[in-house]
């Protein structure tokens, strides 16, 4: 007899979670435990629920509108639930489908990546792969992550110099980046003199800078 998948689904319209819902129950083996809108609703509901994969859209916010609220905060959500849970499986459903989101979403601790133009079986596929410890990638994300591979100027970087490296390309502090990797600020500095230093750069201007130049992010 197979398990039971037991899932989470995170996007901020519920209408879109509804029609995950109705394609996901197709699948007897795949059970929706519990729902999220935003990312910090999503930390607890991994906290609360233990689901054995998270399907998240990038273009969340972290807050409800009440709080604090910084848009497109899907990448913090991925980082936060792996500091949290190492052993997480994280499956990435979402809209933006262009470099480097795809490579930052694996850098930040995502199994998968597809976008919203998947048809049902595919994203039912998905989990059921990722769900095994199995990474998956829609055909046409894997021919642009490679690509992106072939020319990224931090190809040189380790797994946890390239979350750094895009962390700070999205001007995070170093602070910030010690609470979202559980590091010390010490420890982020060390990565981030060894990133410069093998990228032959003088400041994290200049890092902002190459991150912009080689499409690894937008602004």
Do not use: W
């Not at 899932?7 to 197709?26: E, T």
């Not at 399907?55 to 497109?72: M, N, Q, R, T, W």
């Amino acid at each position: 007899m197979n398990m039971t998948i037991r899932l989470l689904l995170v996007d901020d319209h519920s209408i879109i979670r509804a029609g995950y819902q109705q394609i996901l129950q197709k699948n007897p083996d795949i059970e929706v435990v519990a729902e999220a809108e935003t990312g910090y609703c999503a930390i607890k509901a991994c906290k609360d629920h233990k689901p054995d994969v998270v399907v998240l859209d990038l273009s969340i916010p972290f807050k409800k509108e009440s709080e604090e609220v910084s848009s497109a905060c899907g990448l913090e959500t991925i980082r936060k639930i792996i500091a949290m849970d190492k052993k997480a499986k994280l499956l990435v459903l979402t809209a933006m489908s262009g470099e480097p989101y795809p490579s930052q979403a694996v850098t930040a601790g995502a199994m998968g990546y597809l976008t919203k133009h998947c048809a049902p079986d595919e994203l039912i596929r998905a989990v059921e792969s990722v769900a095994n410890g199995i990474p998956y990638f829609s055909a046409a994300i894997q021919n642009e992550m490679d690509g992106a591979d072939a020319q990224s100027p931090a190809s040189c970087l380790s797994k946890r110099e390239l979350e750094v490296f895009s962390m700070l390309a999205e001007s995070y502090s170093a602070g910030k980046i010690a609470d979202a990797m559980s590091l010390s600020p010490k420890t982020v500095h060390a990565h981030r003199a060894n990133i410069l230093r093998k990228l032959k750069l003088k400041n994290n201007a200049d890092l902002v800078k190459l991150a912009v130049r080689s499409g690894f992010t937008a602004s």
